[in-house]
């Protein structure tokens, strides 16, 4: 895909990965759409973006509110006419046991990083058939292989590729194609706002080399412009097998 002059609506672009790729995006002339729920920091984005020229527009949005989810993505149609890639990811994590996992934690969990997905997809897809487009997934590589403490946190990504498996090969036909990204550990705010279990060591193992926000984003955009189906950093996974 050429991403020049397409229209990428990208959820979770205030911070870290989402924000590195809006910036890669539209420095390679995709027009981009930021959606997160903090405000200051999306305007701020926005205001920066437009100053260098290129097209962006910033709509808070809580991807857990379908309302405001189907808000930005009629926003998008309206203010630049089509929907040509659609990326997922805005994502909370969880660290703790499974034994006294909270199951209001987990609840949160899931509807962020699966309903939250799930809302902007479904919204999406009348767009999506309409461009061909395509749906990026930012999944873990924890996804394949859960480590102590993240399980909760995994599953969600494992069912973020599951439903991503099957939707891919139900929007075939329509050719719509899906992208499962499984990130490394990658240096962003998303540990220190990760909640913990009380009492339990944050940084269990040996492995803390963390990816930079750009290199990650980066590779998701240059798996977007290669139509790749998945990427599983596997560099990670092998390490992963350590333990
Ligand atoms: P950040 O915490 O920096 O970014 C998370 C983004 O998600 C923020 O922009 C946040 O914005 C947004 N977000 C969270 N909840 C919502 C919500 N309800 N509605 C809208 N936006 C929301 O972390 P990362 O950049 O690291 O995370 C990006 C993705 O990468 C996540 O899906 C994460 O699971 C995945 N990932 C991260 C890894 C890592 O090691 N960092 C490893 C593997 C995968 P706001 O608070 O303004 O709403």
Request: aromatic letters at 6%; one cysteine or more.
């Amino acid at each position: 895909m050429d991403v020049r002059e397409k229209v990428v609506v990208v959820s979770g672009a205030s911070s870290g990965i989402g924000q590195a790729m809006a910036v890669i995006l539209a420095a390679k002339g995709s027009k981009v759409v930021m959606l997160a729920r903090r405000t200051d920091r999306l305007m701020a984005m926005e205001a920066e973006l437009k100053a260098a020229h290129h097209e962006v527009l910033a709509v808070p949005t809580d991807v857990t509110n379908r309302d405001q989810v189907n808000r930005a993505v009629d926003l998008t149609r309206e203010i630049f006419g089509r929907i040509d890639v659609v990326v997922n990811n805005a994502g909370i994590g969880y660290f703790g046991t499974v034994e006294k996992l909270p199951i209001e934690d987990f609840r949160h969990l899931i509807q962020t990083n699966v309903y939250g997905m799930l809302n902007l997809i479904q919204s999406s897809i009348p767009s999506l058939k309409e461009t061909h487009g395509t749906i990026v997934n930012v999944s873990s590589v924890l996804s394949k292989r859960a480590l102590p403490f993240l399980s909760a946190y995994a599953s969600t990504k494992s069912m973020m590729n599951a439903l991503a498996d099957g939707l891919r090969l139900e929007l075939r036909t329509y050719g719509v194609h899906v992208l499962t990204y499984c990130a490394p550990e990658t240096e962003t705010e998303f540990h220190a706002t990760t909640k913990h279990e009380a009492g339990l060591d944050p940084t269990p193992g040996g492995y803390r080399r963390k990816a930079s926000a750009r290199d990650v984003a980066a590779r998701i955009v240059q798996a977007l412009v290669e139509d790749k189906r998945e990427v599983v950093e596997s560099k990670t996974l092998e390490i992963l097998n350590w333990f």
